[in-house]
């Protein structure tokens, strides 16, 4: 992790940021998968100046991974909605954060479902033993993005832990997120 590529999303009168920012990661998400990847990982560094999630997707490597992640025509018609920053080295004193997806069961229709499949109730049962009161608001922000393996849009709620000094090394998924890796923060 010693390189890092900025992508900067541009203000359109048609497409929120979050929006961009979701196609943006789907589209790196895709090509992740392909390159079969667990060595690039991914921080949005303005998610604190310009919440929810800021203009700025970061990709985190080695000088070699993200230029060949960058080989080919990922970005599709997304270009010219993109400014991306040259490839840079990490400065040489920097703090670490890990960047993680927080998963909620905040969907009443969906653990209902599921209560009716694990125990073989009706609707009508599942929907008394968990009311709509069960339903929470969740205020980790979220980019809606699109998922390789089950074709399906699904919220990926995305959590910057606290900064620290301390480096962890460890594989990233296909979304360029670890459940123990940190990525240099600067």
């Known amino acids: 992790m010693d390189h890092y590529l900025d992508f900067t999303v541009l203000p359109d009168p048609e497409f929120r940021e979050t929006t961009l920012l979701g196609a943006l990661v789907s589209k790196l998400h895709r090509r992740l998968v392909v390159l079969e990847a667990d060595d690039i990982g991914i921080s949005l560094p303005d998610f604190e100046k310009a919440p929810p999630l800021g203009n700025r997707l970061r990709v985190h490597g080695t000088q070699e991974r993200i230029e060949t992640l960058m080989q080919e025509e990922w970005l599709g018609g997304m270009r010219g909605q993109l400014e991306i920053a040259p490839l840079r080295a990490v400065p040489a004193e920097v703090l670490h954060r890990g960047v993680r997806r927080r998963q909620y069961k905040t969907n009443v229709e969906r653990l209902r479902r ?20 069960v ?16 074709g399906q849009r699904f919220s990926l709620f995305i959590e910057h832990e606290p900064v620290q000094t301390r480096c962890v090394v460890g594989a990233f998924n296909s979304y360029g997120i670890s459940r123990e890796a940190t990525i240099p923060w600067f």
């Open 114 to 133: 599921r209560r009716m499949r694990r125990h073989g109730e009706t609707h009508e049962e599942a929907r008394e033993r968990i009311p709509d009161t």
């Open 135 to 150: 339903a929470r608001k969740v205020k980790t922000p979220f980019l809606t993005v699109y998922s390789t393996s089950s």
